[in-house]
């Protein structure tokens, strides 16, 4: 069907974006595990290998374009957009738009390719379990824990972003973004765990579902950094005695 609509280049795409993605997380998702509670590879170690895998894909496919600078391009880009999207912005208005988007706009382009990938996991399987056809038992989704080996990962990027400039540096600060993507689906587990310990969880939840909507970027942050005080300090394990931490 793509290659009817779209041509070749429409079917290198998707099967690049979706196709080979989602049988890599198949085949991560099948992998057996001893140590796993239900003996297979876990949701938060599937979730650091897309992690990883858009991160270096990030990295390679910006560092093998690099032209005349990176950051030039995606600003040159951007104006380019927004000249087309949004005539009605004068010069001003336009250039202060794409100077605010174009520090983070791979970052956050990489994010979203995550989320509509463990999105489509998460649908896939609970389809699957509800037919009685899934291979795996569904993970506790509110259990939710990334290894701790990528507590080392994510600081070395960090250190990458804060050490390097140029399109080096820019293009590790993009990757910080993609690597904290972990952090904020675990977060939200926590915060749904949490919720469930209140005497009216579905109004905590929608709430909190609000606020993220409104204020995204900064509730996005602090929802990451919960989950970074839950890897090292044990949030659920602290303030909720009755759950269990998972395995990494």
């Not at 999207?85 to 202060?96: G, K, N, V, Y």
């Not at 919720?195 to 909507?213: E, G, W």
């Amino acid at each position: 069907m793509a290659l009817a609509f779209g041509g070749f280049t429409t079917v290198g795409l998707y099967g690049g974006m979706h196709v080979i993605p989602s049988w890599l997380i198949v085949q991560q998702a099948l992998r057996p595990r001893s140590t796993s509670p239900d003996g297979y590879q876990t949701a938060g170690y599937v979730l650091t290998f897309v992690t990883l895998l858009v991160a270096f894909v990030l990295v390679v496919t910006t560092m093998a374009g690099r032209g005349d600078g990176i950051e030039a391009g995606i600003r040159e880009l951007l104006d380019s957009v927004a000249r087309t999207a949004a005539p009605a912005l004068d010069d001003s208005q336009r250039m202060l738009l794409v100077e605010e988007v174009t520090p983070l706009f791979l970052g956050f382009s990489a994010v979203t390719w995550i989320v509509m990938l463990v999105v489509n996991a998460v649908l896939a399987q609970r389809l699957l379990s509800n037919r009685g056809m899934s291979r795996r038992p569904t993970p506790r989704w509110s259990e939710l824990r990334i290894p701790d080996w990528f507590d080392y990962v994510l600081v070395s990027g960090a250190v990458a972003a804060l050490s390097l400039g140029g399109d080096y540096g820019f293009v590790a600060r993009n990757a910080i973004i993609v690597l904290l993507t972990p952090y904020f689906f675990v977060g939200l587990a926590v915060v749904h765990q949490m919720a469930r310990r209140t005497s009216m969880p579905a109004m905590m939840l929608t709430v909190f579902y609000m606020m993220l909507l409104v204020f995204f970027v900064v509730a996005a942050v602090l929802v990451a950094a919960l989950d970074i005080a839950e890897q090292w300090v044990g949030v659920r394990r602290r303030m909720l005695p009755g759950s269990r931490s998972g395995t990494n």
